[in-house]
């Protein structure tokens, strides 16, 4: 059970609504988005925990009873169940109080607007000691508005106009079964390593509708298509998003799984299942340049927290973290077929390798995000 107190102030009396504890180092943090986005509040918080700080979450409830914080439990977190109009409205009519700031990790989502003078006035009334810390999922409005500055955060470092951001990535998720790394990055799951060839089925997953501008569904299929040819039968991919088996062959439809959208309590479950990611990003698809350039993939979060090594085209991988030794690379589309054939060959021990150099690559990137707000809080 959570152990972190619930505030619903426009609940019913017997719900005994309270507000929530105030003091001088309590954080606020706002997900003003309804639809996306949440993924990254636990790590967030989870870096302000790590500072010393006392946090307040402000969220829509729906984000709540999907599990969001199904993992995570600490005594000094507050999650507080509001819409989001009661939300502003409780910001409007009491500030930060004598609170140390607030971190809004969908900036811009208030007004839609490609700058920060919406959520810069709300807060206009803050003291010079309390911060307002805003965090820009693509950068390209802002940036040729003009309207970035140092002190917006962005998840990993932007290749856009010279933009110069704080880098802090979110990738925790909580307590899971089985950690990986150092416990200050707690809560990554290593998950089982891949069973020696031929003992049992590997699993993959990929996060994403099987169709649009962002995720590659022939690709996939194609993928699929190689290995049943090659023979390879033990083995099934997760997919976790919109789509349907209707396109696919037959005798590949065995080997997939569609969930469609799934709460939080099923993603950390199948993150946990699964022994590689498939992020799906196409080199040759001028969409997908935007996880070179102006933002980035929530998939990316997962691969850092759950530990879970993924198979990406070259053309990613270094922005985003990976190389040889922590990730299966492949050139182009065709690629992807024989990194997969790898994947079902892999050893348990290279596996363990492949996780153990994810694990400090992530690790590293945790304690510099965390150094990175302290920074900025710092100012």
């Given amino acids: 059970a959570m152990s972190a107190h619930s505030w619903n102030p426009l609940g019913r009396l017997f719900d ?189 997953i990929t996060i994403g509708a099987l169709r649009g501008r962002r995720r590659n569904a022939g690709l996939l299929i194609e993928a699929l298509r190689g290995l049943h040819e090659s023979g390879a039968r033990d083995f099934k991919v997760t997919v976790i998003g919109r789509g349907s088996l209707r396109g696919v062959p037959p005798a590949l439809r065995p080997h997939l799984e569609v969930l469609g959208r799934v709460d939080f309590r099923m993603l950390y479950a199948q993150m946990e299942r699964a022994d590689f990611f498939l992020p799906l990003l196409d080199p040759v698809n001028p969409a997908h340049d935007r996880y070179l350039t102006t933002g980035t993939s929530g998939s990316f979060q997962l691969i850092y927290g759950f530990r879970k090594p993924c198979l990406i085209a070259r053309k990613f991988a270094q922005l985003n973290g990976f190389d040889e030794g922590n990730a299966l690379l492949y050139e182009d589309n065709a690629g992807l077929t024989g990194a997969m054939g790898q994947a079902l060959q892999m050893s348990a021990a290279r596996y363990k390798e492949l996780q153990g150099a994810l694990g400090a690559m992530a690790d590293a990137l945790y304690a510099q995000s965390r150094e990175n707000l302290r920074r900025l809080i710092a100012g």
């Avoid at 309804?34 to 870096?47: D, Q």
């Avoid at 009519?93 to 810069?120: F, H």
């Fill in 16 to 204: 005994r609504p309270a507000p929530p504890k105030v003091g001088p180092n309590t954080f606020f943090v706002w997900e003003p988005c309804t639809h996306s986005h949440a993924e990254v509040v636990p790590g967030f918080v989870r870096y302000l925990l790590d500072l010393g700080y006392e946090v307040c979450v402000c969220m829509t409830p729906a984000r709540y009873d999907e599990g969001l914080f199904s993992r995570f439990d600490d005594p000094r977190l507050q999650l507080c169940r509001l819409s989001q109009p009661a939300i502003v409205r409780y910001f409007k009519q009491n500030g930060l109080s004598n609170a140390a700031g607030v971190l809004i990790t969908t900036a811009r989502k208030i007004s839609g607007a490609e700058d920060y003078a919406m959520e810069r006035r709300m807060f206009a009334g803050r003291t010079a000691r309390q911060r307002l810390l805003l965090v820009e999922h693509d950068v390209r409005g802002p940036a040729d508005r003009g309207a970035l500055t140092p002190d917006i955060i962005t998840l990993r470092r932007v290749h856009y106009r010279d933009a110069v951001t704080t880098v802090v990535n979110p990738h925790f998720f909580g307590r899971t079964e089985s950690a990986s790394g150092s416990e200050a990055a707690a809560g990554a799951a290593a998950g089982g390593a891949p069973r020696d060839a031929g003992r049992s089925a590997v699993r993959f």
